[in-house]
């Protein structure tokens, strides 16, 4: 089966989420990021951080999956969706490797 690509955005509640995070919401983003560390580790995780929007900072990371319903289930356990929520697309990714 092929890899698909996905864009990820994690959009806060709030746009000032970024600079007024309470401390059980920093405990919840600190958890957000081991989480999607181990999928760095495997390669399915490509990249993913915060984008410094000035209109209001917003995460963005990009996936390598084996279907969209994989996706699904690797957003639904992160533990930022209790604060924040999630939209994704696909993506049609250009590696290294095909360039050149």
Request: no cysteine; proline share 0%; aromatic share 6%.
């Given at each position: 089966m092929d890899t698909l690509y996905f864009a990820v955005k994690l959009n806060p509640r709030r746009p000032?989420?970024?600079q007024t995070m309470t401390v059980d919401e920093r405990i919840t983003m600190s958890?957000?990021?081991l989480y999607w560390k181990q999928y760095v580790d495997q390669g399915i995780m490509l990249v993913f951080g915060p984008v410094m929007d000035p209109k209001g900072v917003y995460g963005l990371g990009i996936l390598a999956v084996k279907?969209?319903?994989e996706l699904k289930e690797?957003?639904?356990n992160d533990p930022a969706t209790t604060i924040n929520d999630y939209e994704y697309h696909p993506m049609l990714a250009v590696?290294?490797?095909q360039i050149g």
């Open positions: 000032d989420f970024a958890e957000h990021v279907s969209e319903a690797l957003l639904k590696l290294s490797d």
